[in-house]
């Protein structure tokens, strides 16, 4: 396929990857909200202006080669045209002296890729960092892992849980969106650079066999090939301790290019490995998933997000129930909100429809521009870190009048003052491509925390407002407590994260799980100690 064609397929592609309009300063966090991936699609509308016509200029102009072409056949095929005629032969001479030089140097189709590349570098700087297309393969991965998803399957389009024999649908979407074979190869290749087999593998095999299928076909767009596929699963193999995978996939690769000579020596290797150690051909390595050591409660905290949210069930524990709250208070007599009791130790409840469609909408809105990469205390500095994905945003509550009717909703309902300094802004978080937050307290676990800047004492509670509804994931799992909460939209979830002796609640240990489909928002009101003493008593009983 010709430079142009290629160069033109080639942008259109990158058009997927564009980025976040805000400028250059948020390039390489595209990833980390679903609402910057949302704006993505603007630049590659603009691209495809620019694509459409670039490919009317070459349509036009592959026309009228096309009737030069046929004006010449005609001639060539017709036996009564004698070049004895002495128009025809001057017509022929001027064709071969002229006609012909005029269309192979014609400037058309320069002036056409010319006008593709410079639309393209006006909009280019609209488009992510490489580290966005590195956070969003991680992020696969990560839905991968703590789903449990097949990875035949989601190159499919298909969301499936497989343990055994057993298969589960966690989410069947309207419209099936398969990935391509250099789809696969890139979140193959991203996990391949980190060193991480274990993802690596399963994704460049699932690219090897949809390379193999189409061998022979080239799509423009494409970085990889099968033989760069088969170059990578081999090595990757190789480090795993299969050898003979390994070498199996270098001699394939040979097939297809056999003037390779580091594959050859490569092939050699592996031979003199296996023959040194026989065993090696018949023993197949067993790869470990990376650990993570700062999550000692993976296997838990997986397990708890795989139920997409698990309740305790009601009528088994009478303690737990659902009842219209008012909370003695007379802005909510007239219209109490529904509570229902989600969990006793630590406390956690559920106050349904606590805000309308129209107070999500508007709160999102009011967070949207303001939208940051999401970061966590580390000692004394606060940092974005990839155990947590989303961006947020503080909003103080003279940005509307509808945030401080907001306030009193939520005093109301906790009987606690949450008005500066007593509480902190409220946060409104948007959560990105497999967005999530393991596991963590609210409140502060280190004397040099950030959170005691604000000197009013560490997070009492925390309420939490879901602002959208998601299609699958997205739960909130309490960990220690083994329970988990899905997204109830517009929905409000609350705890106390400390007990009345000031101690944290080790209890409230709590998780965002991946999103697996859907727009996650949510908003926090984070209640701080200093101000409540009156509100929520203290007690000198560690158990209260």
Known sequence: MGSVARLAAVLAVLALRAGD???AAARGDTFSALTSVARALAPERRLLGLLRRYLRGEEARLRDLTRFYDKVVSLH??????????????????????????VVHSLEASENIRALKDGYENVEQDLPAFEDLEGAARALMRLQDVYMLN?????????????????????NPRRLFSLTADDCFQVGKVAYDMGDYYHAIPWLEESVSLFRGSYGEWNTEDEASLEDALDHLAFAYFQAGNVS?????????????????????????????????????????????????????????????????????????????????????????????????????????????????????????????????SVVASGEKQLPVEYRISKSAWLKDTADPMLVTLDHRIAALTGLDVQPPYAEYLQ??????????????????SPSSPLYRMKSGNRVATF???????????????????????????????????????????????????????DKWVANKWIHEYGQEFRRPCSSSPGD
Request: negative net charge.
């Open 21 to 23: 309009p805000v400028g």
């Open 77 to 102: 095929e017709d036996s009564e045209t004698p070049v004895s005629n002495p128009l025809l032969a001057f017509t022929l001479i001027k064709r071969l002296q002229s006609d012909w030089r005029n």
């Open 151 to 171: 990875v035949k399957g989601l190159a499919r389009g298909v969301f499936q849980r497989v343990t055994g024999s057993a298969v589960t649908d966690l989410y």
């Open 245 to 373: 995978c390994a070498l199996s996939l270098s001699r394939e690769f040979l097939l297809y290019s056999p003037d390779n000579k580091r594959m050859a020596r490569n092939v050699l290797k592996y031979e003199k490995l296996l023959a040194e150690s026989p065993n090696q051909a018949v023993v197949e390595a067993v790869i470990q998933r990376p650990n993570v050591p700062h999550l000692q409660t993976r296997d838990t905290y997986e397990g708890l997000c795989q139920t997409l949210g698990s309740q305790p069930t009601h009528y088994q524990t009478p303690s737990l129930h659902c009842s219209y709250e008012t909370s003695s208070n007379p802005y909510l007599l007239l219209q109490p909100v529904r509570k229902e009791v989600i969990h006793l130790e630590p406390y956690v409840v559920l106050y349904h429809d606590f805000v309308s469609d129209l107070e999500a909408q508007k709160i999102r809105g009011l967070a949207e521009p303001w939208l940051q990469r």
């Open 428 to 445: 409104v978080v948007n959560y990105g491509i497999g967005g999530h937050y393991e596991p963590h307290f609210d409140h502060a676990t």
């Open 464 to 518: 939490m407002i879901y602002l959208s509804s998601v299609e699958a994931g997205g739960a909130t799992a309490f960990i220690y407590a083994n329970f988990s909460v899905p997204v109830v939209k517009n929905a409000a979830l609350f705890w106390w994260n400390l007990h009345r002796s000031g101690e944290g609640d080790s209890d409230t240990l709590h998780a965002a799980c991946p999103v697996l489909v859907g």
